[in-house]
């Protein structure tokens, strides 16, 4: 079992910058690998951003040079750095860990870019 708990949304104008953090526990030493989704109202939950355990990241094309995953492994904590952000970036923002192909998810949490 792992948990994740999400935080850092919030209301940005466009051109803003926002980190979102991830913090997980549980079994953390089996997670393949963690990674950021996100959902906009009406639209189905896309990938955004993945980190895979050895350090190789992909993004979703329109995040590319605006968003940086990380992680920090002390702190047990992935973060998602997003810059220059525009109003179609709003949306529910989810933290997945992948565990022998099954996904755990945190609560999410929302960011809003404002025009």
């Known amino acids: 079992q792992v948990q994740l708990v999400e935080s850092g949304g919030g209301l940005v104008q466009a051109g803003g910058s926002l980190r979102l953090s991830c913090a997980a526990s549980?079994?953390?030493?089996?997670?393949?690998?963690m990674g950021w989704y996100r959902q906009a109202p009406g639209k189905q939950r896309e990938l955004v951003a993945v980190?895979?355990?050895?350090?190789?990241?992909k993004y979703e094309d329109s995040v590319k040079g605006r968003f940086t995953i990380s992680r920090d492994n002390a702190k047990n904590t992935v973060y998602l750095q997003m810059n220059s952000l525009k109003p179609e970036d709003t949306a529910v923002y989810y933290c997945?860990?992948?565990?022998?192909?099954?996904?755990?998810w945190g609560s999410g949490t929302l960011v809003t870019v404002s025009s």
């Open positions: 549980g079994s953390i030493f089996s997670i393949n690998a």
């Open positions: 980190l895979i355990t050895g350090g190789t990241t």
């Open positions: 997945a860990a992948e565990v022998g192909g099954m996904h755990y």
